[in-house]
């Protein structure tokens, strides 16, 4: 890795002239969302007017204004491929991350093959850069077991694979990063957390948890935590609790990791493992309230 972590200094953003781009829509799917923030940071980036961009790929530019925020229907692949060879995005995760978004947009197999240009796809790619496939096989089976406490197989499955798709589209960013692990666990939380089923406006880990292998084993543990942990009551009081706190009782007592492993996923030193351990014990078994002195 040390010969990819000298990231040059990123440089000014030219002015550009016109109508500022606006937000993405509130109404953009996660997979929708993971590929389009990248593409809108390589246009910003790369100090093209929309109107000079347009002409590249070639698109009218209220067009491309409206496939930048997510507006209209959702872009052809041919459409984002030429958009690719513009703004320097790599094209196997772009790709993996466009048809994920068009399933889940509802989109049919059938119109993601007819309007895939697959020759576009024949060619020698790229691979990954030389530490992503390292780093993917360090953490991918601890991501896949915290994603299990959330979502049912293929979502499960989806949500992984569509993070380390992101990582490789944003692998600079992520070497620029103060600790790369840190950087892709966000991605991870903030993927998985866009495919979980929410309840008033909280995660629910209910339904996926209790397919856990790491719930069947710790219920025989005679540790407080670990012997509720197969209770409803309990799953719904983890998901209420703040991200850090969630993330850590998620890892160490529903997916089985030591204080040293879960450090290593989450990219934080133990000790505030620890403390983030303690601090959501005391929410989820407060002390009982002391009844005074007896008189």
């Not at 915290?146 to 979502?155: E, V």
């Not at 209770?231 to 009782?249: H, T, Y």
């Not at 934080?268 to 601090?279: A, N």
């Amino acid at each position: 890795m040390s010969s990819e972590s000298k990231v040059p200094a990123p440089q000014p953003v030219p002015a550009r002239p016109g109508r500022k781009l606006g937000p993405i829509a509130d109404t953009v799917g996660s997979s929708h969302r993971a590929w389009l923030e990248h593409a809108r940071d390589q246009y910003l980036a790369s100090g093209l007017t929309l109107s000079e961009l347009g002409l590249r790929v070639p698109l009218a530019k209220s067009k491309l204004s409206e496939l930048l925020r997510g507006l209209g229907l959702y872009p052809r692949w041919e459409v984002i491929y030429r958009l690719s060879a513009e703004l320097d995005m790599p094209l196997i995760p772009l790709y993996r991350l466009w048809r994920q978004a068009a399933l889940d947009a509802q989109k049919t197999y059938e119109w993601v093959q007819r309007c895939s240009d697959k020759s576009a796809l024949t060619a020698p790619q790229p691979n990954p850069p030389v530490a992503h496939e390292p780093f993917r096989r360090t953490v991918e089976g601890g991501y896949r077991r915290y994603a299990q406490a959330f979502l049912t197989d293929a979502p499960c499955d989806a949500a992984v694979d569509d993070t380390f798709d992101i990582l490789w589209l944003s692998w600079n960013s992520a070497l620029a990063s103060p600790d790369i692990r840190r950087y892709a666990w966000k991605i991870l939380r903030a993927t998985v957390m866009a495919k979980t089923p929410h309840l008033d406006g909280w995660p629910e880990l209910v339904p996926a948890a209790f397919d856990t292998v790491a719930v069947r084993r710790l219920t025989r543990s005679t540790d407080p935590a670990e012997q509720l942990a197969e209770s409803l009551e309990l799953f719904r009081a983890i998901g209420r609790l703040p991200a850090n706190l969630q993330d850590v009782m998620v890892l160490r007592h529903l997916c089985g990791n030591t204080v040293e492993e879960s450090s290593a996923l989450l990219g934080v030193p133990p000790p505030m493992v620890r403390s983030d351990e303690r601090h959501a014990r005391r929410i989820l078994f407060p002390p009982p309230e002391s009844e005074g002195p007896i008189e």
